[in-house]
C-alpha cells in the first residue's frame, strides 16, 4: 500500500511525439513503482471544445504522482528529447527539472554515428544548461538490434557512462550490452586507439597524448561551416570525459578543416568549447556562453497540428499507425502488417539522384494512419497555415511512396491524401483538399470534405471535451 506522500504532478517538456511505452518508462524510471492498465492512453486535454495544447497520462497509478502532463516545446539544436518536472504547476524557464532524457529508435546497425555520436552533443551541452539534473539515454528500438555492436558503439557508450548518464532500453526483452564507464586518460586513448579507422578519404578520430597537451583530430567543417554533427558529438564527448578523468592541460582539436570565418560564437560547439576550454589547432575560438534560453513552448510549428490529430485519431477514432515524420521529430518507421517495421529510403532511385535528376526522390507524408472501420490509407502532409498551398501541392507528389510501400505492403487498399494545417485565427477552411485546421487559439476545424477518419476522431474528441 502507498503510504499518505503529497502527490504532485510530472510535467514533460519535448519536441517528439508522446508515445505511451516511452512515458511509462519515464514514469517507473524517475517516479518509482508504477501500476498501468489495459486502457493506459495518452490524451489530449480540450475545454470547451478547444485544444489546451496540453496532454495527459491516463490509466495508471503512481503513490507520489498525481497526474502526467505534457506539452510540446521547441529547443536549441542541443535541445534533448524530454525534460521532466516534478511540480504542480506548468514548467517556466527557470524551473530545474528532475531529468533530462534522449530517446532513439536507431540501431548503430542502421547509423552507428546517429545512435551514439550526435546524442553525445546533447548531454555535454545540458551538463551546462542543468548542472547535475539526472541524464538517460533511452532506446526505444523497433527493429531487432545488431547481434554484435560496432566499435563505436560500445566506445561512444562507454563515453556516455563516464558522463554519468544512464543506460536504459523501454522493452526489457532487449538486451543491452552494458559496459564499464573509462576509468582513466591512458584506457580511454587506448581503446580508441584499437579501433578500426575510418576510410582513407575521411580524417580518423585519433587521440595522441603529450607532456603539456592532447591532440584530436576530427573533421568539423561541412557545407560550408562548422557543422559535422556525429564529430561535433564525438569531440565534445571525448574533450569532456578527458575533463572529468582529471586532464586539465590543453586539448587542441587538430586537422579539422575550419577557417576562422567558420567558426561563431552561436555554434553550440564553439560554446562547449568555451566551458571545456578546448582549442582549435590554427584558429582563435571566441569567446562565447551557453545560451540562457534552452527551450520555449512551441506556438508556430505544424507540428502541433499533426501531432495533435495522431493522437486523436488513435484515441477516438480506432485509427491504427502506418507512418510517422512529425516535423522536426525522429522519423518512424512504416509499420507493415506481417513484416514488421521497415526504414523508408530518402531515394526512388539514388544514383540517379545524386546524379542530377532530382525527381528520383521519394516525397514522403508526415503522417500515415489506417481507418480500420473504412479499410482506407489516410495520408496526411503538415503544412502551417501560411503554406497551406504548398501542401495542396505537396499531396500530389506521393506516387513513388505509394508505389515504393503502400501499394507493396498494403496491396489493394484504396489511399487518401489530405492536408492538416496549424496556425491563423481563421475558423474556417475553403480548399477541398485540407482536411483540418487547428488554429492559434485551439480551435478544431475540419474541412469541406475531410477524410471519415479525421472527422470522427475531431467530432468525437469535440464532444467528449470538458
Known amino acids: 500500500m502507498c503510504k499518505a506522500y503529497k502527490k504532485s504532478c510530472v510535467w514533460i517538456l519535448t519536441e517528439e511525439r508522446p508515445k505511451v511505452a516511452v512515458v511509462c518508462k519515464i514514469l517507473q524510471g524517475v517516479c518509482g513503482d508504477t501500476v498501468f492498465n489495459k486502457d493506459t492512453r495518452i490524451v489530449p486535454i480540450l475545454k470547451d471544445g478547444k485544444f489546451t495544447f496540453v496532454y495527459t497520462l491516463v490509466g495508471f497509478t503512481n503513490c507520489v504522482v498525481s497526474d502526467v502532463f505534457i506539452k510540446i516545446v521547441s529547443g536549441k539544436s542541443s535541445f534533448v528529447d524530454f525534460l521532466v518536472f516534478y511540480q504542480d504547476t506548468e514548467p517556466k524557464l527557470d524551473d530545474i527539472p528532475v531529468c533530462a532524457i534522449e530517446e532513439t529508435k536507431t540501431d548503430d546497425s542502421e547509423s552507428r554515428n546517429t545512435a551514439i555520436y550526435q546524442r553525445c552533443t546533447k548531454f555535454v551541452y545540458i551538463n551546462y544548461v542543468y548542472p547535475g539534473i539526472r541524464k538517460i539515454m533511452l532506446y526505444n528500438l523497433q527493429i531487432t538490434p545488431s547481434k554484435k555492436p560496432t566499435q563505436t558503439n560500445i566506445f561512444g557508450t562507454r563515453l ?120 582549435l589547432d590554427g584558429i582563435d575560438v571566441p569567446k562565447a556562453d551557453i545560451e540562457k534560453e534552452y527551450w520555449h513552448y512551441e506556438n508556430s510549428g505544424e507540428k502541433l497540428a499533426t501531432i495533435f490529430l495522431h493522437l486523436a485519431i488513435e484515441n477516438y477514432a480506432n485509427g491504427k499507425l502506418i507512418f510517422e515524420n512529425h516535423a522536426g521529430c525522429e522519423k518512424g518507421y512504416f509499420l507493415t502488417p506481417n513484416d514488421g517495421p521497415v526504414p523508408l529510403q530518402k531515394y526512388e532511385n539514388r544514383v540517379e539522384y545524386k546524379s542530377g535528376n532530382k525527381a528520383k526522390i521519394i516525397h514522403i507524408p508526415d503522417l500515415v494512419m489506417f481507418d480500420v472501420q473504412s479499410g482506407f490509407i489516410v495520408e496526411i502532409e503538415g503544412k502551417k497555415y501560411s503554406k497551406r498551398i504548398n501542401g495542396v501541392n505537396q499531396i500530389k ?21 489530405t492536408v492538416v494545417l496549424y496556425g491563423s485565427n481563421n475558423t474556417k477552411v475553403v480548399e477541398l483538399d485540407v482536411g483540418f485546421l487547428l488554429n492559434e487559439n485551439g480551435d478544431l476545424i475540419l474541412g469541406p470534405n475531410p477524410p471519415s477518419l479525421i472527422k470522427k476522431a475531431i467530432e468525437t474528441a469535440a464532444a467528449g471535451s470538458e
Not at 578523468?245 to 562547449?272: A, Y
Not at 507528389?397 to 491524401?417: C, M, S
Open 160 to 279: 556516455l557512462l563516464t558522463m554519468g548518464v544512464d543506460i536504459q532500453v523501454v522493452d526489457e526483452k532487449i538486451i543491452k550490452e552494458r559496459y564499464a564507464p573509462f576509468s582513466s586518460v591512458d584506457e580511454l586513448i587506448d581503446f580508441k586507439s584499437c579501433m578500426r579507422n575510418a576510410p582513407v578519404t575521411n580524417v580518423p578520430i585519433s587521440i595522441t597524448k603529450k607532456d603539456d597537451r592532447i591532440e584530436i583530430s576530427g573533421r568539423l567543417y561541412k557545407n560550408g561551416s562548422l557543422a559535422h554533427d556525429p564529430n561535433i558529438g564525438a569531440l565534445s564527448a571525448i574533450s569532456c570525459v578527458l575533463r572529468k578523468l582529471g586532464w586539465d592541460k590543453d586539448i587542441i582539436i587538430t586537422k579539422h578543416g575550419l577557417e576562422q570565418k567558420h567558426v561563431g560564437k552561436n555554434n553550440k560547439f564553439v560554446q562547449i568549447a568555451n566551458k571545456l576550454n578546448i582549442k
Open 397 to 417: 507528389l506521393y506516387d513513388a511512396f505509394d508505389e515504393e510501400y503502400v501499394n507493396k505492403y498494403y496491396p489493394g487498399i484504396q489511399t487518401v491524401r
